[in-house]
Nanobody
């Protein structure tokens, strides 16, 4: 299984970025997907998750209304559209996949079985 995240970079506060995660080795359409982030010196935190069909999403309160998670099962891709970025959004962003028997979107990292390598997002003030 491979999850390859991309799209990170340096952006000014108020700007936008779109992260992508390409999956391989998974059925994908049977996997709940999530995005997590880890800022320097802080613990990993849940950002957003999406159900297998894409008809349900969940967001951390800190990003609600600014970030949008989506997926394309045909392409085995999951996306995180980030808008109105703030300096506190600076972190390494990871995509993650649950095992294919699960339907819920958990917020705990331990519930996700597969992880990508992360992509760095830096928001300057």
């Amino acid at each position: 299984v491979q999850l390859q995240a991309s799209g990170g970079g340096l952006v000014q506060a108020g700007g936008s970025l779109r992260l992508s995660c390409a999956a391989s080795g998974l059925t994908f359409s049977m996997n709940v997907m999530g995005w997590f982030r880890q800022a320097p010196g802080k613990e990993s935190e849940f950002v957003a998750g999406i159900t297998r069909s894409g008809d349900g999403t969940s967001y951390a309160d800190s990003v609600k209304g600014r970030f949008t998670i989506s997926r394309d099962n045909a392409k085995k891709m999951v996306y995180l559209q980030m808008s109105s970025l703030k300096p506190e959004d600076t972190a390494i962003y990871y995509c993650a996949a649950r095992g294919d028997i699960y339907r819920a979107i958990p917020v705990t990292s331990g519930a996700y079985e597969y992880w990508g390598q992360g992509t760095l997002v830096t928001v300057s003030s």
